[in-house]
């Protein structure tokens, strides 16, 4: 089973800050198989990122995904105030698919 | 549009069984698998697996092998999840969500279950 680590657990940051999200594959995972959701609270999980680094649409250009061997990244450019939540990566490249352990942004 | 519109919340007891529906529109329901994802409070997001409408096959995760069931009933466009001999480690909100290879695009409301004596 592919383990997803991400870090780290929780990032306390302001408004307008940058903020870089990282999630690192136990084992190799191409890049088209990496996904990106954001949980807030009382919500469902939304995707954000899939293939590392394509956007869904309707997605704000503040996030962007990318990839280095089994590191991979989601970058939030500049922190809106609606962007506090917990952020997920999954890979679905193999079975079972699996999510990291997520991180809080706050 | 796509949506998937969930059961409502449950409460059991332990050692009891819950069904969760989730009923599809705004596509062709038997050409996309219906995945089960849960979350548990505090914790992270949980693949439970996923069943392909058009014939039935399903993949589990290991750690529910033998309590859990999906199914569909495509004449309602409806995937359904049972989980068997529930515990407190299984209060969570269970989600559907629509497969179809990258990523997870269109998601249930959720359905929280509670499991308590």
């Known amino acids: 089973e592919m383990v997803l680590t991400q870090s780290p657990a929780t990032l306390s940051v302001s408004p307008g800050e940058r903020v870089t999200l990282s999630c690192r594959a136990s084992q190799s995972l191409s890049s088209s198989y990496l996904a990106w959701y954001q949980l807030r609270p009382g919500q469902a999980p939304r995707l954000l990122i899939y293939g590392a680094s394509n956007r869904v649409t309707g997605i704000s250009d503040r996030f962007s995904g990318s990839a280095s061997g089994t590191d991979f990244t989601l970058t939030i450019s500049s922190l809106e105030p609606e962007d506090f939540a917990i952020y997920y990566c999954q890979q679905y490249g193999s079975s079972p698919r699996t999510f990291g352990q997520g991180t809080r942004v706050e | 549009q796509v949506r998937l519109v969930q059961s409502g919340s449950e409460m059991k007891k332990p050692g009891a069984s819950v069904r969760v529906s989730c009923q599809a529109s705004g596509y062709t329901f038997d050409s996309y698998n219906i995945c089960w994802i849960r979350h548990v409070p505090g914790q992270g997001l949980e693949w439970l697996g996923w069943?392909?409408?058009?014939?039935?096959?399903?993949n589990y995760a290991h750690i529910l092998q033998g309590r859990i069931t999906m199914t569909t009933d495509i004449s309602t466009a409806t995937a359904f999840l049972e989980l068997r001999s529930l515990r407190s480690g299984d209060t969570a909100i269970y989600y559907c969500?629509?497969?179809?290879?990258?990523?997870?695009?269109?998601w249930g409301q959720g359905t929280l279950v509670t499991v308590s004596s």
């Open positions: 969500a629509r497969g179809g290879g990258a990523g997870y695009h269109f």
């Open positions: 069943i392909t409408p058009y014939n039935g096959n399903t």
